[in-house]
Every structure is written in structure tokens, then in C-alpha cells.
């Protein structure tokens, strides 16, 4: 019998964006009883489009990982995001640099990330906080301005 996964803060919702060559992966993150887990949806865009575009997509995957699926089955999990564009392989997105985003309390949170060895943590005193209405051009923008803060 597996273990029951059940979504903890769900006042929240979470998401992580790669910035890898020329493409922006996006992904929802599920907070759970047990842990966090990449989830739905998954997008792969190229990175060269509007902020606009940016942002509308981020916002897409923010609010579509509020209600997504807690996934079951890590395997399948990672086939999902490997199978967007220009990744192929968990080791691609490590040669990228990462954000993670957080919505909560009427606000979107880009939290720039710091490499250290083969851990990536979260480099709080560096993120952007901006209203979560804000326009899609806005939150574009902010996402772009938190990989440039990424190291």
C-alpha cells in the first residue's frame, strides 16, 4: 500500500522556472504532508518571447498547480519535465539557473537560487515581491530580473 500524499498551505501555491539556454521550463510544486513535488502543468517556452508572454504562462502555472493533481509517481513525474523542450535529462536543469515562485497572502514572491555544489537553495534577501493582480508584462519582467539575480 503506498503512502497518502495531502496538499499542506493550500493558501499557497508554488512553482520553479529554469531558465536553460534559450528556453524558460515552468512547473507547478504540489507542498504536501510528505513533502514538495514538481506537478502539473509543465511548460516549456522559448525565452526570447515578451514578458507578457512570460508572465501570462507563470500565472497559468500558478494558478493551475493550486488545484493539480499531488503526483504518485516520481518516474513518470520526471519523464514529464524531461519531455520539454531542450531539458532531455534531470542533469540539464541543473546547468541552468532556477527560480522558485511562491503566491500567497495577495502577493507573487521570485525567489532567486544560489548554486553550491550539487544543492540549490533559495536566496531570500534577493526576492522580488510584487501584487499578485499585477499585469502579466509585470510578472514577465519580475521573473526575468530574478534569473539575472540567480548564482
Known amino acids: 500500500m503506498s503512502p497518502t500524499f495531502e496538499r499542506w498551505k493550500p493558501e ?5 522556472a529554469y531558465l536553460i ?3 524558460i521550463v515552468l512547473h507547478g510544486d504540489c507542498l504536501t504532508t ?3 513535488f514538481a506537478c502539473e502543468p509543465y511548460l516549456s517556452i522559448d525565452a526570447r518571447v515578451s514578458d507578457a508572454q512570460i508572465g501570462a504562462a507563470l500565472v497559468r502555472v500558478l494558478a493551475e498547480a493550486r488545484v ?4 504518485t509517481d516520481y518516474k513518470a513525474l520526471m519523464e514529464k519535465i524531461v519531455g520539454t523542450d531542450n531539458v532531455r ?3 540539464n536543469l541543473s546547468k541552468g539557473v ?3 515562485v511562491v503566491q500567497l497572502h495577495g502577493e507573487i514572491w521570485i525567489l532567486p537560487t544560489r548554486r553550491e555544489g550539487r544543492a540549490v537553495t533559495q536566496v531570500l534577501e ?3 515581491r510584487i501584487p499578485e493582480n499585477s499585469e502579466p508584462e509585470q510578472v514577465g519582467r519580475a521573473l526575468r530580473d530574478g534569473f ?4
Do not use: D
Open 126 to 128: 534577493l526576492k522580488a
Open 148 to 151: 539575472r539575480r540567480c548564482t
Open 98 to 100: 532556477c527560480c522558485s
Open 12 to 16: 499557497r501555491t508554488h512553482a520553479t
Open 21 to 23: 539556454a534559450r528556453r
Open 89 to 91: 535529462s534531470s542533469s
Open 68 to 71: 493539480a493533481p499531488v503526483p
Open 34 to 36: 510528505r513533502g514538495g
